[in-house]
Each structure stands twice: as structure tokens, then as C-alpha cells.
């Protein structure tokens, strides 16, 4: 179930589900969710979550927020500010009001100091507008990203990070000597992309098995991710369960070798509605080959996660027929 195809029935219940939709138990957050016909089926369009800005940045980040937005089936957007003092974030309110009214959008904004079952939320437009978080870890949506395969909401954004942080500087080095072994082995060798992406499939494999993958067979696997036929393959394909492939590769990478499989993870998280987890391993992604000089795998990867996540799955299906792409 795409998390974005939910039905909310009132704010009491969409802020509550706020952890399910993002992925993560968020702090010191402004989150914004987009509906179209709101009220009247409510179809929920989009969740994105930024930090809560300083209050000299609030009109940019609101601008920010807005263009995001632009050309999206919303016309009407909740915002719940998370943490903060309620009364020094209406500024950030009243500014994104202002931007998404000239896009006309209407605005319904919310505070709670924390996202965390038990507390206390209200409007910022009065009218006795308030309620209580509530504990949705047994939410039908909490069940649905389950039998998608997501794990329980992390306790915060940091921690879904961690998940996905490198090793220590001395294991990825002992992966960069062995890959460096492995590339010398392969040099010159033209097979099909079959024999290319071998390594790869191998793995896959054995992980879909409960196997654990030596350092040998992870370092091939991510070595085949060189060759960009090999990895458009893997793209288009969306292999299941492949996300563990991909984290395990992301994590032991050297930097020079990050953007490979951190296409492939970010890709499959936001088409799986995973959009938080999507927008980590990009951060991650440009950390690692540094953020002044993005690569063209980052680059394509920022672009890639602005599509919404139906529009992101029609494109690579039609990559898919792409005759070069296929196993002969």
C-alpha cells in the first residue's frame, strides 16, 4: 500500500500517524502533508519534513516548501510544527500561508511540542481547534507498511541514519584493496550482461536465502555496479528484497564507490513510499563525495526523488523495454 494513497478521516488521527507517514518519530520538525479534496475523501498527495528553520529564514524556507508543491495535484496542505515555541514558529506559519495562498493552496497548521503519544496538539487559527496524539503503532497504516516490508517507525531521524552510516575508516579500506583486486581481475573481460551482473543476482540470492555474503561476493556484487548497464539493469528491475543488498554495499563502500548503490537504495525506498529513508541515503550520497561537487549519479538522484513515487515507477517501466536492458 502506497502510504500516500491513505485516507484520513481527521487531524486527530493524520497527526497521530505522522511516525508511520514519515518513517521516523520526528523533532523539531515542520512537517507538511498535501491532499487534494481535502475533507471530501481527503487523498493524501505527499508528506515532506524539514528541520524547523531560524527565524530569519522562515520566509525562504516556506518558498522552499511551496515550490516543492508546484504542480501537484494539493489544494490543501496540513502543516504540523513539531517542538519549538509554539508562539516564535507563527512567523514560519503566517509565511507559508502567504506562499501557498498565491498558489492557492489553503493552509491548516498545527503545533505539538512533541510527536509522542499523549500529548496535546492545537491549531494556530483558534476556534478550539485541539486534540491528543495517539499511539498508531497497531494503526491499519502501521500494518500496511509492515506487510510492505518497512520496519517499525524509527525513534528519530538520527537513528534511521545510522542505519545506513559507513563503517569504520579500516574496514571500508580493507573492501577498497579488495575491490582493487577484484577490478584487476576483470579488466579486459567483454561477456554478456548476464556474466556482468552475475555477481550481483549471486548475492541477491543468497541474502533471499538467510545467507550471510562474504566480503568476497559483497565486493564482487558492488565491483558489477562499475559497469552503468549493470546498474540501470538493476534499477529497472527492482529486485525484492534487494534493499539489504544495497545497505550492505552503501555501508562498506569506499566514498569514490557510494553513488552506485545509494541510486539503488534511495530508488527503491521512495518508490516503496519511503520517501525519509530516500532523503537520507542522498544525504549520505553527497557527504560522501563531497556536497560542493555533486556526482552525476547524486545529481540524477536528487532529481529522480522530486517525482512523486507513481510517476517515478511509469518512467523506469518504460526504461525497462529498453532492448540493452534485458538478459539474453
Not at 520538525?29 to 528541520?51: C, K, N, P, W, Y
Not at 506559519?93 to 506562499?99: E, F, I, K, M, P
Not at 524509527?154 to 582493487?180: C, F, K, T, Y
Not at 577490478?183 to 541477491?204: T, W
Request: proline share 5%; hydrophobic share 45%.
Amino acid at each position: 500500500m502506497d502510504k500516500h494513497g491513505l485516507v484520513v478521516p481527521d487531524l486527530d488521527a493524520l497527526l497521530s500517524e505522522v511516525p508511520n507517514l514519515l518513517g521516523f518519530v520526528p523533532a523539531d520538525s515542520l512537517v507538511l502533508i498535501g491532499f487534494e479534496d481535502f475533507g471530501t475523501g481527503s487523498a493524501m498527495q505527499f508528506t515532506m519534513r524539514i528541520d524547523l528553520p531560524e527565524p530569519e529564514h522562515h520566509v525562504a524556507a516556506a518558498q522552499y516548501l511551496t515550490e516543492f508543491l508546484h504542480g501537484r495535484d494539493t489544494d490543501t496542505a496540513v502543516a504540523a510544527v513539531i517542538g519549538g515555541d509554539r508562539e516564535q514558529q507563527r512567523s514560519l506559519v503566517d509565511a507559508l500561508g502567504s506562499a501557498l495562498d498565491s498558489q492557492q493552496i489553503g493552509l491548516h497548521a498545527t503545533w505539538t511540542a512533541e510527536m509522542q503519544p499523549g500529548e496535546k496538539w492545537c491549531c494556530y487559527h483558534g476556534d478550539g481547534c485541539e486534540g491528543t496524539i495517539h499511539d498508531t503503532t497497531a494503526s491499519h497504516l502501521a500494518a500496511a507498511t509492515a506487510v510492505a516490508g518497512h520496519r517499525s517507525p524509527w525513534g528519530s531521524r538520527e537513528e534511521m541514519a545510522a542505519s545506513i552510516a559507513a563503517v569504520p575508516d579500516a574496514e571500508r579500506r580493507q573492501w577498497a584493496d579488495r575491490l582493487d583486486t577484484w577490478r584487476e581481475r576483470s579488466a579486459g573481460k567483454d561477456g554478456s550482461l548476464r556474466e556482468a551482473s552475475a555477481p550481483v543476482f549471486a548475492a541477491l540470492e543468497q541474502l533471499r536465502n538467510g545467507e550471510a555474503l562474504t566480503t568476497e561476493q559483497a565486493v564482487a556484487a558492488l565491483g558489477a555496479l562499475d559497469d552503468h548497464v549493470v546498474r540501470d539493469m538493476m534499477l529497472v528491475r527492482r529486485e525484492p528484497g534487494a534493499e539489504q543488498l544495497w545497505t550492505l554495499l552503501l555501508r562498506y563502500a569506499p566514498d569514490a564507490d557510494v553513488e552506485g548503490p545509494a541510486v539503488l537504495l534511495a530508488t527503491a525506498s521512495h518508490l516503496h513510499g519511503d520517501g525519509a529513508m530516500a532523503s537520507v541515503v542522498l544525504e549520505r550520497a553527497r557527504d560522501a563525495v563531497a556536497p560542493a561537487s555533486p556526482g552525476p549519479l547524486v545529481e540524477l538522484l536528487d532529481r529522480m526523488l522530486t517525482l512523486a513515487p507513481h510517476h517515478l515507477r511509469t518512467l523506469l517501466d518504460e526504461l525497462a523495454d529498453d532492448a540493452g536492458l534485458q538478459l539474453n
